[in-house]
């Protein structure tokens, strides 16, 4: 559990903690994404914003959906693919303004 694996693999690790749990997903320069289970709506608070990483997914496994963004963060990717945020690198943000004669 060092490197960042592409493909179909789950690991399922039990924690006692959760600070162990955010440290060690955390633990390494990468950050696609996570995976978290939790009964606890504090916890899946703490989750979603301690855990570096570019999409998390609590209590289901539903991350890779056309609409939503794609991407990661750390070593795991600059910027994201799909959803509307996949569009602005490509934009110019104007704002004009008229007063009619």
């Known amino acids: 559990m060092n490197d960042e694996p592409f493909g179909p693999v789950s690991i399922i690790n039990r924690f006692h903690d959760l600070d162990e749990a955010i440290n060690e997903a955390n633990r390494l320069p990468f950050g696609l994404a996570a995976y978290a289970f939790t009964g606890s709506e504090r916890s899946a608070h703490r989750l979603a914003s301690e855990v570096e ?49």
Not at 86 to 91: F, N, T
């Open 53 to 101: 990483s570019g999409m998390i997914s609590i209590n289901h496994l539903g991350l890779a959906l056309p609409e939503v963004p794609f991407g990661g963060i750390k070593d795991s990717g600059y910027g994201t693919e799909g959803g509307s945020e996949a569009i602005e690198a490509y934009l110019e943000t104007r704002f004009v303004t008229r007063k009619s004669v």
